[in-house]
Every structure is written in C-alpha cells, then in structure tokens.
C-alpha cells in the first residue's frame, strides 16, 4: 500500500501541533526533509527522550519518507544542548542523507517558519506552505509513528514529558484516551493548591482541568505551574481588557516589534500597529489586520518585550480569531527579507524560561517506560484538523488494540483505533470510551 494511505490508514497527525493530518503534507518537490526536534518550549524533553531511546524507529520513519518522494537530504534540526548530550555534532551524518543540523539554544526555534530559515537560510514566503520553498517538516515523533505505521501498527500511544513543580520530571508513552488523572495517580504526581496545569509548553500551553483531560494525539507535555509564574499569568489575559489596557497606556515604543520574530525574518507583522488599532487610535486598515495570521503565537511581544503590561499577542488572537472565522489570511507573493538586526535581537532559552518564572523547574525528563496498565480509554473523534470521525463500533462490542474503532470522517479527516483490548461502554459523536473487561 501506498505510504501516504499508510499514513491516513494509521490515523497519524502532526505529533505536537494543531493535529493537522500528517499524509497531507507529503507532496511532490521537496529538496529537504527538516526533521522537528527543536523541542521549542522550556521545560520538555520528550522529542530528546525519543532521540535518546528511539532513534532506529524515527530514522527509519525519515527514511521512508525521503524514499517515497526522492527527498535529497533529511537535516535533523535538534538544539546544541540537546545535540550534546546526544553526542552529536553539528553536520554530523546518522544514516543516508540524514544528517544533524544544530540550532542555537534561542526561542522560539522550533516555530516551523524560523526552524526551516535557521537550517536552510530560506524564508518561506509570509502565509505560503513550506513546500513552497521546497521544505517539508515533520516532527520527530511524527516520524517515529510513520515507522510504526509502516510496521502495521496504527496511531494508539502517545509519548508526553510531565514536567513542572514536580519531584522529578518524566516522559511517559501512554494509551491514547489513557485520563490523565490515571497517569497522575500512578506516577504519584499531585497538583499542589495554587498551580494551574498546562497542556504543552509554558509558552503555547492551554489551561485543562487535570481531572477531566486525557491524552491525546497532540498531548506533548503536561506542566504543572505556580498560578504566581509570569508563563500561568499570561494565560489569564483576556483581549478585551488586552485592548483596554493598550488604550491607555501603549506608548507605542516598537519594542514589541523590534524583537518579534517574525518580524526579524521580515514578515509585515509588526504588533505595535496592531496595538494602536485594538486602542482605536487609527482605523484597523484591512491589510494590516490580515498579518495577524502571520503571527505563531510565540509570546514574546507580550511577556519580554513590553514594558506597559499590554498584551499584543492577545489582540492579535482576537483579530485572527475573527479571520479565522471568515477564512481570510494574509498571503504574501513576494520574499521577505530578514532584519540585519535578527542575529542579535533572538531570545536565549535560558533568558526565556526565566521570563517565564519556570527556569528553576527545567530538570531533564527521566523516561519511565512504556505504560499500557490502565483501565478507562476515552477516544476522542476530534483529535486532527478536518471533519470528526464517525465511530463504527456500538456499546458491548469487544475491540482489540489498533482495531479501527471510527472511520474518517467526509472531507479532510481521520479514522480512530481502540487502543487497548476491551469492551465499548459509550458511544456518541465526540467519544468513543472503552473499558478492559
Ligand atoms: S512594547 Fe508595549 S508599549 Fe511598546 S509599542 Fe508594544 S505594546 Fe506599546
Ligand atoms: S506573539 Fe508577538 S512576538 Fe510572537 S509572533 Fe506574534 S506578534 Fe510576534
């Protein structure tokens, strides 16, 4: 069978984004496979515990996806800690075609506009897919589930760092729909009064209630918080006092500018006109409201740079939230060109976590193994980007692990696989739960 059906087939998504459907992104006229193993956010290691104790099963993974498509050369883009402690250098070759490429200890590297212009020195252009500039990226475990895709087994465990104020910080590999209040209770981890637990990184995570959250396809790191550190903080920012708070008191510095990243790569995304236009002080121009798309989230406008207590990153949510409904975005046809200023103005990791109030937390994960031993899966039908999946299985019915238990959605979507043997005890359109027997 085809890798790409393969891939479909396996239900595999990006490992740690958004979930968009990973068998998309393999096309035609790629030079370069950039391999995601930058580990971006502070405080996760759970591509370099991968790296560490996988690294057969992924480089079979890049393989695979060189040969289908006749990519040249694979770069396996880590940071130079964690090429250290690794062993690896920097051009260093690992198997045919595929070879290490260090990136600098800088947030937010694994942004995968800033990671592909650091590896390759191209600038895909603002708001155009990487394969336009002849790059696919795919995340290390991503790569790792293609290589077990491609041994038969489908998407049904996920590997995740816990990390945090925790007595010692770990990476599981879980089912996935495994309750995250199961993991916790067996790994002994509590979450003390006045901590808030994140899904993802300090930087990009979300709030969940650890009593109700499961793993998921894109569950990479679950952090554990003071409600008092600056990362749990900007959570709780909302956008109408975000522009309430730019109209009285952004004195329209540029600082949140000068030091965006993307903007350093040169995309016309400059944060402190979106602030003026939240602030009314000009008329939002059409344009100019479009560039928020070109925005990744990154933070650093609103945590490092301003010093007024605004948050740009949270009005530029609020606009891309708004194009996002209506299905616009800014789209560039011509190259950027990067600031002469970008080398010096980056932001160090060790700068970052400290921003962030976690540095003191940032111990390296210890793997503690693959853990089946659970009792409750909740498979949830809106794991990817696209339409949800239609579950096939009813209440009673017995499933074995990696049996298709939802089949793909119409449209963009993807099936569901039982990840454990046991018996289905619900079912509706958003879940599918299965209990062992
Ligand atoms: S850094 Fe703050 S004060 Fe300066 S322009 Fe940006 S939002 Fe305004
Ligand atoms: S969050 Fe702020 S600094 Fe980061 S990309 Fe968006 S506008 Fe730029």
Redesign the pocket.
Known sequence: MDIKEIMKNAGIVGAGGAGFPSFMKLAEGADTLVVNGAECEPLLYTDYVLLDTELDTVLSGISAVINYINIPRALMCVKKHTAERLGWSDGMCLADRIFVKELPNVYPMGDEISMIYQATGRVVRAGNLPITSGVIVYNVETLYNIAKALDGHPLTMKWFTIGGNVKEPIVVCTPIGTRLSDVFKKYGITVPAGHTVLDGGPSMGRVINPNSAIVTKTTKGILILPDTAPAIESKRIDAAKAAARAETACCQCTR?TD?????LLGYP?E?HKMVRTAAQAVAPMPIMVLTATL????????TLACCQGIS??AV?ANYKDMLGKNRMKYVANVDAKVSAEREYRMVSSHKWASVLGVEKYDRVAKFVGVDTDYQRFEILMSQHIGAPSVAKVSVGDTVRAGDVIAEAGAGLSLPQHASADGRVSYVDQKKIIIDRG
């Open positions: 949140c030091l965006c990243p993307r903007h995304l944060p925005c990744c989230g990154c933070g650093i406008c609103e740009p990153r530029i």
